[in-house]
């Protein structure tokens, strides 16, 4: 059946090839950069005749989506087309003049989730500075948000926590495409690049990845279906605490748990809090890798029931407070990352990685000292409602 949405490749092979005529390219994509027909964006703009691709660019998960999160990934010729490829996620995070000489513009194809902790926002934030500091032209093809662009969650990022995992002043969940973000960042945070947002066709606002009629790839590991981009919003948080978000098992963000948690007390808690559009069962998992491996975990899974009502912050949080208040003394915030190998990565100059992934240390504060997750919800509201005015003006799907 023929897509109800053209991605943003699609619509440049369609009618647009002309951007990158008599240019030399350079592609910054993944796994995720693929047409309709699920052909690689590399692989397609390599045999084009009209195009000069002339080097890759990787994020993190690598080039084609083999790494776990958290490695460190370095050079390569990529086995397909025989062009180089340079990481964005090791030494380097910004394309350096050495990466790019010779290029006259990046072109840029990710699939995002729709949540700030994703590091490939960052990866477009960096090479957009990279492309205006060095006088290349930089065109983005854009895709859908997945998990819509009418909802807008959770805080705004504090500038001082600024990091990978949410680079810009934007709320968790932001309801923008990556066009959309790229022409905002370029506007209001003066990077002034040459910027060229190649419109999907047929997306609306309201619309979930199901509803676009294209094939889901996974945009990275631990993500594998659109449930799990519907939940991760909120469930990512448990990255920055002692609790398994779920990696290591095959529903990654949808379960949640830890050796020392009984499930069923936590979802007779938490079904008691009535909480828009979500339901939980009480279960056992025993992840592979990552916290708690081989270890036995009570937890509870998410059961989404209703997508446009359910709020996926404000239901992490409540599942934070839930486990503090039924299991004193035992959550603890983490002081660093646990990498793919099992070592830990500090941060310097931030004391606990749930402050960069809530983009304030006020929420970690809070829960605390207590606060209900519906008075944090309140707190952030104003900050929410400066960001939708803010990006008004960039929003290209009405």
Same mark, same amino acid.
């Given at each position: 059946?023929?897509?109800?949405?053209?991605?943003?490749?699609d619509v440049l092979l369609k009618e647009k090839v002309d951007?990158?005529?008599?240019?030399?390219?350079?592609?910054?994509?993944?796994?995720?950069?693929?047409?309709?027909?699920?052909?690689?964006?590399?692989?397609?703009?390599?045999?084009?005749?009209?195009?000069?691709?002339?080097?890759?660019?990787?994020?993190?998960?690598?080039?084609?989506?083999?790494?776990?999160?958290?490695?460190?990934?370095?050079?390569?010729?990529?086995?397909?087309?025989?062009?180089?490829?340079?990481?964005?996620?090791?030494?380097?995070?910004?394309?350096?003049?050495?990466?790019?000489?010779?290029?006259?513009?990046?072109?840029?194809?990710?699939?995002?989730?729709?949540?700030?902790?994703?590091?490939?926002?960052?990866?477009?934030?960096?090479?957009?500075?990279?492309?205006? %500091?060095?006088?290349?032209?930089?065109?983005?093809?854009?895709?859908?948000?997945?998990?819509?662009?009418v909802a807008v969650e959770g805080n705004v990022l504090e500038?001082?926590?600024?990091?990978?995992?949410?680079?810009?002043?934007?709320?968790?969940?932001?309801?923008?495409?990556?066009?959309?973000?790229?022409?905002?960042?370029?506007?209001?945070?003066?990077?002034?690049?040459?910027?060229?947002?190649?419109?999907?066709?047929?997306?609306?606002?309201?619309?979930?990845?199901?509803?676009?009629?294209?094939?889901?790839?996974?945009?990275?590991?631990?993500?594998?279906?659109?449930?799990?981009?519907?939940?991760?919003?909120?469930?990512?948080?448990?990255?920055?605490?002692?609790?398994?978000?779920?990696?290591?098992?095959?529903?990654?963000?949808?379960?949640?748990?830890?050796?020392?948690?009984?499930?069923?007390?936590?979802?007779?808690?938490?079904?008691?809090?009535?909480?828009?559009?979500?339901?939980?069962?009480?279960?056992?998992?025993?992840?592979?890798?990552?916290?708690?491996?081989?270890?036995?975990?009570?937890?509870?899974q998410l059961h989404v029931h209703d997508r446009r009502k359910?709020?996926?912050?404000?239901?992490?949080?409540?599942?934070? #407070?839930?486990?503090?208040?039924?299991?004193?003394?035992?959550?603890?915030?983490? #002081?660093?990352?646990?990498?793919?190998?099992?070592?830990?990565?500090?941060?310097?100059?931030?004391?606990?990685?749930?402050?960069?992934?809530?983009?304030?240390?006020?929420?970690? %504060?809070?829960?605390?000292?207590?606060?209900?997750?519906?008075?944090?919800? #309140?707190?952030?509201?104003?900050?929410?409602?400066?960001?939708?005015?803010?990006?008004?003006?960039?929003?290209?799907?009405?």
């Open positions: 059946m023929k897509p109800r949405v053209q991605s943003g490749i951007l990158l005529e008599g240019k030399k390219i350079g592609l910054i994509t993944n796994q995720t950069g693929v047409t309709s027909s699920l052909e690689s964006t590399a692989d397609v703009l390599h045999k084009h005749p009209k195009v000069n691709l002339t080097r890759l660019f990787g994020p993190e998960h690598g080039i084609r989506g083999d790494a776990q999160d958290l490695v460190k990934i370095g050079a390569s010729t990529d086995a397909r087309t025989g062009l180089p490829v340079f990481s964005l996620y090791g030494d380097d995070i910004k394309p350096n003049a050495e990466m790019t000489k010779g290029i006259d513009a990046f072109v840029f194809d990710i699939q995002d989730v729709g949540a700030s902790y994703y590091t490939y926002i960052a990866t477009m934030n960096k090479s957009m500075e990279a492309a205006a %500091e060095q006088d290349k032209e930089f065109i983005l093809l854009d895709r859908p948000n997945p998990i819509t662009g500038e001082r926590y600024a990091d990978l995992a949410g680079i810009r002043p934007v709320p968790i969940r932001y309801g923008m495409t990556m066009g959309e973000l790229a022409q905002m960042f370029n506007g209001e945070y003066g990077i002034g690049c040459k910027l060229t947002v190649v419109k999907a066709k047929g997306w609306r606002r309201k619309m979930w990845y199901d509803e676009t009629g294209l094939p889901w790839v996974i945009p990275s590991p631990n993500l594998p279906t659109l449930d799990t981009a519907i939940v991760y919003p909120g469930t990512c948080l448990f990255e920055g605490l002692n609790i398994s978000e779920g990696r290591g098992t095959t529903r990654p963000f949808e379960m949640v748990g830890a050796p020392w948690i009984d499930g069923f007390k936590l979802r007779e808690r938490l079904t008691s809090r009535r909480l828009p559009g979500v339901s939980f069962r009480g279960l056992y998992f025993t992840p592979v890798f990552g916290k708690s491996a081989g270890e036995v975990c009570g937890g509870v359910f709020k996926p912050i404000l239901t992490g949080l409540n599942m934070v #407070k839930a486990i503090m208040d039924l299991f004193p003394g035992k959550l603890q915030f983490k #002081k660093g990352w646990t990498r793919a190998d099992s070592s830990e990565e500090t941060l310097p100059g931030v004391g606990y990685s749930f402050d960069l992934l809530a983009g304030t240390a006020t929420i970690r %504060e809070q829960l605390l000292s207590g606060v209900e997750p519906e008075e944090m919800e #309140k707190g952030w509201s104003q900050g929410l409602r400066a960001f939708q005015m803010r990006r008004r003006k960039y929003l290209i799907y009405q």
